[in-house]
């Protein structure tokens, strides 16, 4: 009889480190590592921050504070809790020097000078506005996240530290600030290269910011152009559900163990993708901006056919092989909604709840909601498939 495994939460700056110093059975510190323990619960971490925001803002409140001590994640699942109480830190694991360093890290106000301050906080900072009275907004709550979300995903520090900032003195907290929010420049900025990271020091940003598709990256560049001082530009939290969302989508476990997002699978000439690792065939249905990978065993889910473009848990088709003609698969819907699809006979046929749709080059389908998607190899079509109807049961 195991004992329930207890979760492991980690900071973010646990996260950016990815170690974190917990007390041995005598007391002792120790180091240990500190990673999400998949992409999945990596993803729904930061989903759950934005979640956090969005209903923040929904009930008219902003955040008021720039502390991203806050916020702890679950390791194994992504599940997000915001700072509780001594008594209840005690009880996730923290050491007691650790609690008291968080707490006078709170009591000393709402604000302390950070990275996570917006351009135009540090500069009410620099005429003389107290902590009590900086006007936080929706918008610097947005700054926040993307700022939060930067360090998080590329394990860094602020997104503005590169040689431009790494090389120069500051003589304070106020005076590093003050010079980010008026001179700074996002270090991953497309064409430029002022302020690069640089290497030896920011080595994990390096490596992580060529991790993830381009959908991410894209995000971070609106959100700190011009120095992050174009509020209007800051992605909202929708803005991050949906790339947040996409990237879930994105992600392939398959079956041989690989994982990886899309941009690791090898691309064939007839536009379909191959497992880098067991050669298994992706075929890419689109709908001309989007597009959904079908291959054995990957599961659809409501975000992607149905009509909550957010609900990324209820999977709603799966991808299967006939059970009569071996090698033959299709696309099985699951779900209450019902789809029209193309089959290979030229006919349109409502697809309900256990019926499905072949997979074949031409095939075309529309999900309960929205646009069409189809199927369309390059060049000389595969071999074409035997025309045959998926199972329906
Ligand atoms: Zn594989």
């Avoid at 996409?246 to 379909?272: A, H, I």
């Avoid at 989007?290 to 209820?314: H, M, P, S, W």
């Avoid at 991808?319 to 209450?336: D, H, T």
Wanted: hydrophobic share 35%; proline share 4%; charged share 30%.
């Amino acid at each position: 009889m195991s004992e329930k495994k207890e979760t492991v939460w980690a900071s973010l700056r646990e996260i950016c480190d990815e170690t974190r110093t917990v007390a041995d059975e005598t007391g002792r510190k120790v180091k240990k590592t500190a990673c999400f323990s998949t992409m999945k619960a990596l993803l729904e971490g930061a989903f759950h921050l934005v979640e956090y925001f969005e209903k923040l803002h929904r009930e008219g409140e902003v955040f008021r504070s720039n502390s991203a001590d806050m916020f702890r994640f679950s390791l194994a699942t992504g599940e997000m809790q915001k700072r509780e109480p001594a008594k209840k830190e005690k009880e996730m694991g923290r050491t007691e020097d650790e609690t008291a360093a968080a707490d006078v890290l709170l009591a000393a106000g709402p604000v302390e000078i950070n990275e996570f301050l917006a351009p135009e906080l540090v500069e009410c900072i620099k005429e003389g506005t107290t902590a009590e009275e900086l006007p936080f907004t929706v918008e610097t709550d947005r700054y926040f996240m993307a700022v939060f979300l930067f360090e998080y995903f590329f394990h860094t520090g602020s997104p503005f530290e590169g040689k431009k900032m790494v090389n120069r003195c500051f003589l304070s907290p106020l005076e590093k600030e003050v010079f980010r929010a008026e001179q700074g420049q996002f270090c991953m900025d497309l064409g430029e290269n002022e302020n690069t990271p640089v290497k030896g020091i920011q080595d994990k940003l390096i490596h992580y910011w060529e991790e993830y598709p381009d959908i991410l990256k894209k995000m971070f560049q609106r959100a700190f152009m011009d120095g992050g001082t174009l509020c209007e530009l800051r992605p909202t939290e929708v803005d991050w559900k949906q790339t947040l969302v996409r990237l879930m989508m994105d992600y392939q476990v398959c079956g041989c163990g690989f994982q990886g997002f899309s941009n690791r699978l090898r691309p064939k000439e007839n536009g379909t993708l191959l497992c880098p690792v067991c050669g298994k065939t992706y075929y890419v249905l689109s709908d001309g901006m989007n597009r959904i990978l079908l291959a054995e065993g990957v599961k659809l889910y409501a975000c992607q056919t149905g009509r909550d473009a957010f609900d990324k848990d209820t999977v709603t088709a799966v991808v299967a092989e006939n059970r009569q003609k071996k090698g033959l698969y299709g696309i099985k819907n699951v779900s209450k909604g019902v789809w029209r699809g193309l089959f290979p006979d030229g006919s349109t046929r409502e697809i309900k709840e256990g019926q499905g749709i072949p997979i074949w080059n031409g095939m075309q389908v529309r999900f309960e909601t929205g646009e069409e998607w189809s199927l369309r190899l390059m060049q000389k079509a595969a071999p074409e498939e035997e025309r045959q109807d998926i199972e329906s049961r």
